[in-house]
């Protein structure tokens, strides 16, 4: 053990206690977002689900969209890769920011429009390339 090794220590306490507040803010944004829904799909949605910003997806937080997003596949059960490529927003649809994804295999793309400030993470699977 080094003479500084203790200073590692506290640096990875200092990491984990700002991982869980982080997450406690994740998780205060979601269940105080006004008119957040616990549905798999928003009340008020017009339009293809996931693929217009009039109809996204409803996920609890980011880390709910990644695990949404981590769960497509294609027809033939290949994985997605997904990009973030933006934000926007729907006012008459969610109070919440509404993120824009590129996901694509095989090379095909498609953009899906996800909005991660409601009470649950969306159950629904999408097969949204063949």
Known sequence: ??????????????????????????????????GAVDADELPNGVGPFGLVKTKPIPTRNVRGSDDYLSRLRTMRGSRLEA?????????????GMIDMYVVGADGQEVRLYICPYHKKIQVKHLTVLS
């Open 83 to 95: 990009k973030r490529v933006g934000s926007t927003c729907a006012d008459e649809i969610t109070s």
């Open 1 to 34: 053990m080094g003479l500084f090794d203790f200073l590692g220590g506290k640096k990875r306490k200092e990491e984990k206690d700002a991982m869980e507040l982080l997450a406690m803010f994740a998780q205060h944004q979601s269940e105080s977002r006004q």
